[in-house]
Structures are given as C-alpha cells and as structure tokens.
C-alpha cells in the first residue's frame, strides 16, 4: 500500500510539473477597454488583466489570419493567450472573436 500511494505521487508530480525550460501559457476572455504601444487592458466582469507585447506577438482576426496592432479597437471581444516572465504577462496571441460596439 505504502509503495502503491508513493508511486502515485512520483506519477503525480511528474504529470502536474511544468516542462523544463518551457512555460505553460494561460488565457483570458474579456472585452478591450484600453491598449498602447506596450499593452492591452481585457476586462470581464470585475476581472481586468494586461497582458504585454512582445516582439513574437501574433494578432489574429476573424477574416484575417494575422495581422497587427493596428487591428485593436475599444470593445472589441478579445481571448488573449499569455505565460508570465519576470513577474509580466507576455501575450503571446491575441484572438479579436467579436468586433466593438461602443457607443
């Protein structure tokens, strides 16, 4: 029993353990409510998150494949996909799943 329970936790922290070398990614679902140069601000409820450029950022829109910035709108519905490095989130893809209506 004691040997089957230690196997079980071996298995366990090898599975729920991160790669080495690698960072696992997360994402976010919210609505656009501010960008820059740097950044985008997502919003979901009372839940915000920024999640920063970098220079391997990939911008997907419905009818394009990628695109730019340039495509960031306020409102719009976004899913952006990051992992954190040095205490940043570095969005690595941003989806626009919805186009803006503001008012």
Do not use: H
Not at 11 to 21: E, L, R
Not at 29 to 41: K, L, Q
Not at 52 to 68: H, L, R
């Amino acid at each position: 029993m004691v040997i089957a329970a230690a196997v079980f936790l071996i298995a366990f922290i090898n599975v729920s353990s991160p790669a080495k070398g690698k960072k696992s990614a997360a994402s976010f679902y919210g609505e656009v409510v501010n960008f820059t140069g740097e950044y985008v601000e997502l919003k979901k409820g009372k839940k915000e998150m920024v999640l920063y450029f970098t220079d391997k950022t990939v911008f997907v829109s419905g009818s394009e494949e990628k695109a730019g910035k340039e495509l960031l709108q306020p409102c719009q519905m976004a899913r952006g996909y990051y992992r954190v490095s040095g205490g940043k989130k570095e969005l690595i893809k941003l989806v626009i799943v919805k186009k803006g209506r503001c008012p």
